[in-house]
């Protein structure tokens, strides 16, 4: 029985196993088939555009003619070389022509097949698990440990280094879908070129806006002083599965960034919110212009001890950490809200 545990899964499609010509790729991360896929594929042709060195086939073809599959895999390439035969298998059953597949002897030729998520008892999952001839790679959304090395390859392959705490902030806003997250972090280096190191505000600046999980909406409410709206967005930021140490991180963030400012407004300096770097979002600019009037730096200073606080209660009740974060915001929307009145 080969089904290639999800954790071993990069290790294998680095080095195939060349006693198992049979691959089937499958699982709810599509970015991440894709990926493991097209590696598969062009580790197993010199030029994956030549149509006598890698043929493609769709479910249907397949499913139409099963013994297509057969004669494929036994073709030898006019030209000499490496073969291989990629197959699509969308939502086909294609398994009576993979079991066709699998009881001949294969030389010369990788079959690599791309299916979306299957379920244990799929029949193209089990053939492929149960047979020594194939092996079956699973991709998952990202683990939190996948997510860094992934992060860390992207910098490396840029020429960048990302700094820690920065590095903390980007973990959790990837995941789901290892294309998205690819293509968010290739943004971020772009963004970044021509400096050493990725900075939290180059993260908050492009990646944390694009991800949809609105961290700057959440915390915007709590310090206007808006607690409907604040449930609202924490709840729709549970939905994205956006982690709590993130949202309390953010929020951090955003204290010292006021406290700063409203010192400098305390003390006379001349202030805008039009000049102020990173540039603002527009629709940010009321609800933080109204929260510098509503909080001093007295009363700032006491939240960032508030949000650290929830922060240590957080990492030692993780189970507690979306509890723990929401009834801190809450209380800063509360105050917030008096202090508007």
């Excluded at 200073?301 to 509890?323: F, I, N, Y």
């Amino acid at each position: 029985m080969v089904a290639i545990k999800a954790a071993n899964a990069d290790a294998f499609v680095a080095r195939p196993d060349p006693a198992r010509p049979v691959m089937l790729v499958f699982g709810p991360d599509a970015g991440l088939v894709s990926e493991r896929v097209n590696a598969l594929v062009k580790a197993s042709v010199d030029d994956v555009n030549d149509p006598f060195a890698l043929a493609r086939l769709e479910g249907e073809d397949v499913t139409a003619n099963p013994a297509r599959l057969v004669e494929e895999a036994q073709t030898m390439p006019l030209f000499g070389g490496r073969r291989a035969v990629w197959v699509k298998a969308g939502g086909r059953n294609i398994a009576p022509a993979v079991e066709a597949l699998l009881g001949i002897e294969v030389t010369d030729c990788r079959i690599v097949i791309e299916a979306g998520d299957l379920r244990r008892n799929a029949p193209l999952r089990v053939l492929c698990e149960r047979a020594k001839n194939a092996a079956a790679l699973p991709c998952y959304a990202d683990s939190e440990r996948d997510r860094a090395q992934l992060i860390d390859g992207e910098m490396r392959a840029a020429g960048l280094s990302i700094a820690p705490d920065a590095r903390t902030l980007l973990i959790p806003l990837l995941g789901g879908d290892r294309s998205a997250s690819r293509s968010e972090l290739n943004k971020l280096t772009l963004y970044a070129h021509g400096q050493k190191q990725v900075s939290v505000d180059d993260v908050m600046v492009v990646v944390s806006d694009a991800s949809g999980l609105a961290l700057d909406d959440i915390i915007d409410a709590a310090f206007a002083g808006r607690p409907a709206e604040l449930e609202t967005q924490l709840g729709k930021a549970r939905t994205a599965g956006t982690n709590a140490g993130s949202v309390l991180f953010a929020a951090q963030r955003h204290v010292a960034q006021l406290h700063k400012w409203r010192l400098a407004i305390e003390d006379g300096t001349p202030f805008s919110l039009d000049a102020v770097q990173p540039p603002l979002h527009f629709r940010r600019k009321d609800l933080i212009g109204a929260a510098l009037k509503a909080w001093s730096t007295a009363r700032l200073a006491a939240v960032m001890a508030e949000l650290a606080e929830a922060v240590l209660e957080s990492r030692r009740k993780p189970a507690l950490a979306d509890t723990i974060a929401e009834r801190a915001l809450l209380a800063i929307a509360a105050n917030g809200r008096r202090s508007a009145a």
